[in-house]
């Protein structure tokens, strides 16, 4: 059935029993967090591709990786290790793209998301987001590196029973403020139909890929939402990297600046 302009629609192609989920929202975001955080969940958890979202909004391109074709909008499952005790673990489903939706398909896919992960028994969702903070040296005081403690995680839930259970014990609660685009329609609509939805802002740099902020969100998931954690340190690592090179670039182009040279875009920091 051909879909109209603004219409969603979620294709399976690998079928398995997702009740009980988790659910990773993994738009781009603030920071990309909710993307880094996706993907690092994909990676780390080595999760397989069970669906696709379509839509005539979306680009018209198509991701190659190690020779294959990927649709710019993907599904993913899997499940941490089981503990040592040999008990299962939770699965989780993570929704990944590297584009940011128009503004116009943001409410539909939205709620294709929703109906989806309700129709699979899913028990809740996680939209992970960064927080603008003030532009200046990269999470550290006067130029240094950031310590993990000192990027602060605000919670929102769209339930009163998802606030007392998740927030309100483990972090700050984002009392005001607004939440945009993908996320704010997921807590809108959570609430609407009474389903948990929780949104983790973590502080973030606005104008570069920020692994730390995802870093500080993987380990709150970690820590109130996994039975079997997962190891975050390789993301930690990944922040060490990409800050190394942010302040690489920021280097070269002062000292290209000031020799009256032109300046080149740099590459993507993270991919």
């Given at each position: 059935?051909?879909?109209?302009?603004?219409?969603?629609?979620?294709?399976?192609?690998?079928?398995?029993?997702?009740?009980?989920?988790?659910?990773?929202?993994?738009?781009?975001s603030v920071g990309l967090v909710s993307s880094i955080v996706a993907n690092y969940l994909i990676d780390t958890l080595q999760m397989d591709q069970i669906g696709i979202v379509e839509s005539p909004a979306f680009p018209t391109v198509s991701l190659v990786r190690n020779g294959?074709?990927?649709?710019?909008?993907?599904?993913?499952?899997?499940?941490?290790?089981?503990?040592?005790?040999?008990?299962?673990?939770?699965?989780?489903?993570?929704?990944?793209?590297?584009?940011?939706?128009?503004?116009?398909?943001?409410?539909?896919?939205?709620?294709?998301?929703?109906?989806?992960?309700?129709?699979?028994?899913?028990?809740?969702?996680?939209?992970?987001?960064?927080?603008?903070?003030?532009?200046?040296?990269?999470?550290?005081?006067?130029?240094?590196?950031?310590?993990?403690?000192?990027?602060?995680?605000?919670?929102?839930?769209?339930?009163?029973?998802?606030?007392?259970?998740?927030?309100?014990?483990?972090?700050?609660?984002?009392?005001?403020?607004?939440?945009?685009?993908?996320?704010?329609?997921?807590?809108?609509?959570?609430?609407?139909?009474?389903?948990?939805?929780?949104?983790?802002?973590?502080?973030?740099?606005?104008?570069?890929?920020?692994?730390?902020?995802?870093?500080?969100?993987?380990?709150?998931?970690?820590?109130?939402?996994?039975?079997?954690?997962?190891?975050?340190?390789?993301?930690?690592?990944?922040?060490?990297?990409?800050?190394q090179q942010l302040r690489s670039i920021q280097r070269h182009a002062a000292d290209r600046g000031r020799a009256g040279e032109p300046q080149q875009a740099s590459q993507p920091m993270y991919r």
């Open positions: 059935m051909t879909l109209g302009p603004d219409q969603v629609r979620i294709y399976e192609v690998k079928r398995i029993d997702l009740e009980g989920a988790i659910v990773i929202d993994g738009f781009p294959d074709p990927q649709h710019p909008v993907r599904v993913y499952a899997g499940r941490p290790p089981a503990d040592r005790a040999g008990r299962g673990a939770d699965k989780i489903v993570a929704f990944v793209s590297e584009f940011h939706p128009a503004p116009t398909i943001i409410h539909p896919l939205a709620t294709a998301i929703i109906d989806w992960v309700q129709e699979q028994r899913c028990s809740l969702l996680v939209s992970p987001e960064g927080l603008v903070v003030e532009a200046g040296p990269p999470h550290g005081r006067a130029g240094g590196p950031a310590r993990l403690n000192e990027v602060k995680v605000y919670g929102v839930a769209s339930t009163r029973k998802a606030r007392e259970l998740y927030i309100e014990p483990n972090m700050i609660p984002f009392a005001e403020g607004v939440i945009t685009g993908i996320a704010g329609v997921l807590l809108n609509e959570g609430r609407r139909r009474g389903f948990d939805v929780l949104t983790f802002l973590a502080e973030a740099q606005s104008d570069y890929p920020d692994a730390r902020a995802a870093a500080k969100v993987i380990e709150t998931i970690n820590r109130i939402l996994l039975r079997t954690p997962l190891d975050p340190v390789p993301l930690y690592a990944e922040a060490e990297r990409i800050e």
